[in-house]
T-cell receptor, first 114, second 113 residues
C-alpha cells in the first residue's frame, strides 16, 4: 500500500460544484502539503500544514481551502470549482523532526472541471 | 530565495551515463540540494540529496561543486525506465519557513533505445 494515499484519483466535476480531495498518510509525518501541477509549470504549492493546528497558504491558494483533520489526514477543497482549476493535484508529506527534509508524494488526483 | 536553473530537456542513449546539471548560484550555506524525479503518470519521487560532499545511492550519484553553486545528478547507466522529469531543488534544514517548497519545471530526460 502507498504511504501517501489520495482519493479520488480521477474526478470530473461541473463548474460551480464543491469538490474535496482527500489525502491520508501512514508515514507518521507531521508536515503535509498540497501541490498543483499544470503542463510546463512544474509543481506549485497551494497550502501546507506543519502540524494539526498549523495551516499556511502557498503561492496559489486563491479558490482553495484545506482542513487538517488529524496528523495523518489533509484535505483540499474547491468551494466553487472553475475550469482553470483543471489540473493534476498532489498531496505530499515530510518529517519535521529529522534533518533530511525529504518530501514524499502521493500518486496524484486528476481533476477536470467542465 | 535561492533558485535553481536546469536545462528544459536532455537526451541519452540507453545504457550510457547521463549527467543532469543544476545551477544554484545563490544557494545559502545551510541549504541541502535535493533531486526528485517524476515518471509519467506518477507523483515525484525522491532520488538523492547532499550538502557538500558527493553522495551515492542505489539510484544515482550526486556530484556537488566545491563552491556549491552547481551540482550534477549522475545516472550511471540510463535505462528506458529512467525517462522522467528530474527536479533539482534546494531544501533548507528544518525551519518554520515554507522557503523552497516549490518545484521548478525540471529537466525532461529522454532515453533512446
Amino acid at each position: 500500500d502507498a504511504d501517501v494515499t489520495q482519493t479520488p484519483r480521477n474526478r470530473i466535476t461541473k463548474t460551480g460544484k464543491r469538490i474535496m480531495l482527500e489525502c491520508s498518510q501512514t508515514k507518521g509525518h507531521d508536515r503535509m502539503y498540497w501541490y498543483r501541477q499544470d503542463p510546463g509549470l512544474g509543481l506549485r504549492l497551494i497550502y501546507y500544514s506543519f502540524d494539526v493546528k498549523d495551516i499556511n497558504k502557498g503561492e496559489i491558494s486563491d479558490g482553495y481551502s484545506v482542513s487538517r483533520q488529524a496528523q495523518a489526514k489533509f484535505s483540499l477543497s474547491l468551494e466553487s470549482a472553475i475550469p482553470n482549476q483543471t489540473a493534476l493535484y498532489f498531496c505530499a508529506t515530510s518529517d519535521g523532526r529529522g534533518r533530511e527534509n525529504t518530501i514524499y508524494f502521493g500518486e496524484g488526483s486528476w481533476l477536470t472541471v467542465v | 530565495d535561492a533558485k535553481t536553473t536546469q536545462p528544459n530537456s536532455m537526451e541519452s542513449n540507453e545504457e550510457e551515463p547521463v549527467h543532469l546539471p543544476c545551477n544554484h548560484s545563490t544557494i545559502s550555506g545551510t541549504d541541502y540540494i535535493h533531486w526528485y524525479r517524476q515518471l509519467p503518470s506518477q507523483g515525484p519521487e525522491y532520488v538523492i540529496h547532499g550538502l557538500t560532499s558527493n553522495v551515492n545511492n542505489r539510484m544515482a550519484s550526486l556530484a556537488i561543486a566545491e563552491d556549491r553553486k552547481s551540482s550534477t545528478l549522475i545516472l550511471h547507466r540510463a535505462t528506458l525506465r529512467d525517462a522522467a522529469v528530474y527536479y533539482c531543488i534546494l531544501r533548507p534544514p528544518l525551519s518554520g519557513s515554507a522557503r523552497q517548497l516549490t518545484f521548478g519545471s525540471g529537466t525532461q530526460l529522454t532515453v533512446l533505445p
